[in-house]
């Protein structure tokens, strides 16, 4: 059996990667990504830790122009309803850039599979766990994105009926994410919407409790 131990050079290439991860918009136009390498991170996702071993993702590779134009009709849609629910800060969030389907080199959707109905094994009382599964297996695809130099942002602004019509799945499948993969000008050493002053990272301090939800 193999030393089941990493090295400390391994172990800060671990941290590195997860704290260099960012949720990109901007990529580098008419690039594209090694074959070898999509079929990498593919597998990393597939890697990923599921509920039962339900595996209850899908991945859908957009290689239509028409059909990746479609999508990105379907999400601006959703950016100007998003731009008006938020009020006060609709212009505010108009400016900013909140996708990259036009100009990334790779672009999936990621589904939730149909026929999960028949997993009982750990969703009896939480169903949401295949969700939670399928976030686990993007989250893989990102950190290996990111280790192959490529940047990836997660896509959320859309219905998902009519992506889910507009590429053919069954009625019990569901798309939950629009991703967006490639070659990126550069990795910010910030989260975007930390220098586009739209929100701000809190503190460890604050998620974490003893016990109980409260504690002094």
């Avoid at 990746?68 to 800060?89: F, K, M, P, S």
């Avoid at 080199?105 to 990621?110: G, K, R, S, Y």
């Avoid at 974490?208 to 002094?216: D, K």
């Amino acid at each position: 059996m193999a030393d089941p131990s990493f090295t400390a050079q391994e172990r800060r290439a671990v941290y590195r990667v997860i704290a260099e991860r960012r949720d990109m918009r901007r990529f580098l136009p008419d690039s594209t990504v090694d074959p070898n390498v999509l079929t990498r991170l593919l597998a990393a996702a597939h890697a990923a830790p599921s509920v039962g071993l339900m595996q209850p993702w899908r991945f859908v590779r957009i290689t239509d122009d028409t059909l990746r134009q479609r999508i990105h009709t379907l999400v601006d849609e959703e950016r100007h309803r998003t731009a008006r629910a938020l009020g006060r800060r609709e212009q505010e969030f108009l400016a900013l850039k909140v996708e990259g389907i036009r100009d990334c080199a790779e672009l999936l959707v990621v589904a939730l599979r149909d026929g999960r109905g028949a997993h009982i094994f750990g969703r009896r009382t939480l169903p949401q766990m295949d969700l939670a599964s399928v976030s686990c297996a993007i989250q893989n695809l990102w950190l290996a994105a990111r280790a192959e130099g490529l940047g990836m942002g997660w896509v959320s602004l859309f219905e998902p009926r009519p992506l889910a019509q507009l590429l053919g799945m069954p009625a019990d499948a569901e798309p939950v994410a629009i991703l967006c993969l490639g070659p990126v000008p550069e990795f910010p050493d910030r989260p975007a919407l930390e220098l586009d002053d739209w929100a701000y990272r809190k503190p460890l301090s604050e998620f974490i409790s003893e016990n109980s939800w409260e504690q002094p």
